[in-house]
């Protein structure tokens, strides 16, 4: 545990400077790898570098890292609060004793069966699915659509997934892993490139996979709700034909461009 002494020294002007900067360098730092691939090896040929709507999911990108960090904090620390007396030490420490990979496995299966059942729902439950159709609102798909998530939808997910990793006591780093493999894995899944992954696409979601469940044909819509493909065959979700891949992306409704309507739009009356 930091000292509050130090914490409040860290937040000098040169730190402040480095949290700002992350963000800045991740982006940067994506853009040229993915923004590569989909330039050699594009699904859409025709799609623009700056596409349309672009500058909406920079927005996304850099306000929502703020605003669901801060919020998915705050929302933990209450939970931890209210729930933390429902730790089991004893779990905890036989989950820990595993070998490591063993524990991401298991991490990994779990916080995507969560996921799965989540997504799900916000297809199915119509005021659950006014916050989701933010991010089914992208007519072009790149690695930059995934940043089109609302917020609230985006903090409700982190700790409904991390809460229950949390609560059994994965180790640290396992945890850590896990992390950084679930900011990467729509990122990847999400671009606009051709590249096909005849092993991969079975153990996790590859653009083959994720761009059908954007489609908007009603006989692939619904599909392909998880991170990992086996979920969505063992429930009866899978839809990822070899011949083809989808044409169109989008909703039927009308979802407005702009970030701040959009952060806006699932609270607006009358949305179906």
């Known amino acids: 545990m930091v000292e509050p002494q130090s914490a409040i020294a860290s937040l000098n002007p040169k730190s402040l400077d480095t ?116 991010h089914h609102s992208s007519a072009e798909l790149d690695w930059l659509a995934s940043a089109r998530l609302h917020p609230i939808e985006a903090i409700a997910v982190n700790v409904a997934v991390g809460i229950p990793l949390f609560l059994l006591g994965f180790r640290e780093e396992t945890f850590g892993f896990y992390l950084i493999f679930a900011a990467f894995l729509p990122i990847f899944n999400h671009a606009n490139t051709n590249l096909r992954f005849p092993i ?33 065959i063992l429930l009866g979700t899978f839809y990822m034909p070899n011949d083809r891949m989808p ?10 461009h702009s970030y701040w309507q959009q952060l806006l739009y699932p609270f607006r009356r009358g949305i179906k």
């Open 19 to 134: 949290v700002m900067m992350k963000p800045i360098a991740a982006f940067l730092i994506l853009w040229v790898i993915f923004g590569t691939i989909e330039r050699l090896f594009p699904l859409k040929k025709e799609q623009k570098w700056f596409r349309t709507h672009w500058l909406t999911d920079v927005a996304h990108f850099f306000i929502n890292h703020i605003l669901v960090n801060a919020g998915t904090f705050v929302v933990v620390v209450l939970l931890y609060i209210l729930f933390h007396g429902a730790i089991a030490p004893s779990l905890q420490l036989a989950v820990r004793s595993q070998p490591e990979w063993l524990q991401f496995i298991e991490a990994f299966f779990l916080a995507q069966f969560i996921f799965y059942l989540l997504h799900r729902l916000a297809h199915t439950i119509p005021w659950l699915w006014r916050f989701h159709a933010i």
């Open 247 to 256: 044409k169109t992306y989008g909703v039927d409704e009308y979802i407005p």
């Open 200 to 232: 991969l696409r079975w153990i996790i979601a590859t653009p083959e996979f994720h761009h059908w469940h954007h489609n908007n044909d009603p006989d692939a819509r619904d599909r392909n709700f998880s991170g990992f493909p086996l979920i969505d």
